[in-house]
């Protein structure tokens, strides 16, 4: 007779080697670029510290780190990083993300606003429609009115907002 975690399928996901090897190449791509732009704007000491010589040893430092997770891993055992449903859910929260940044610039931040709620309400939350509808319209009113009214910050606007004279 077997037991029950003999009997159980292994979680399907994205495996953790491939990720932390990525993410340690990433980083230290990102740690060379801000070395070479900073010893391009002098690293040393010349009578007091130069404009590159912080962001040098934060690089060096930033460049160690990265190598580490690079050794690391290799030096543990592989598994799940992430099964397909996590990633799943990831997802379903990144996508209106998404499209909420893409469509800030071509119809300004309050409309993409409304267009986000609608989305992000919709696909993740289990709300009515009156109540999508009504989020969607209340908060990028009350947030028009916060920052452009009251503070004066004025944010990204959209065919919309031009059409009403802002």
């Not at 060379?32 to 000491?45: E, N, P």
């Not at 609608?118 to 999508?132: C, D, L, N, P, Q």
Request: include cysteine; charge should be positive; aromatic fraction near 14%.
């Amino acid at each position: 007779m077997s037991s029950p975690s003999e009997t159980e399928t292994p979680e399907r996901g994205i495996s953790r080697r491939p990720v932390e090897i990525a993410t340690a190449l990433l980083l230290i791509g990102l740690a060379g670029i801000v070395l070479y732009d900073s010893h391009g704007r002098g690293a040393g000491w010349d009578g007091g510290p130069q404009n590159g010589f912080f962001p040098a040893r934060v690089g060096w430092i930033f460049l160690a780190a990265s190598l580490f997770i690079l050794w690391q891993s290799f030096r543990r055992p592989d598994g799940v990083f992430v099964t397909y449903e996590q990633l799943r859910q990831v997802v379903r929260v990144l996508g209106p993300l998404v499209l909420f940044v893409a469509l800030i610039q071509p119809l300004g931040i309050y409309v993409a606003s409304a267009v986000f709620i609608v989305a992000f309400m919709g696909v993740v939350g289990t709300s009515r429609w009156w109540s999508i509808g009504l989020t969607a319209l209340l908060v990028p009113v009350v947030c028009f009115w916060v920052f452009e009214l009251q503070f004066r910050v004025p944010l990204p606007k959209g065919p919309l907002e031009a059409m009403l004279g802002y």
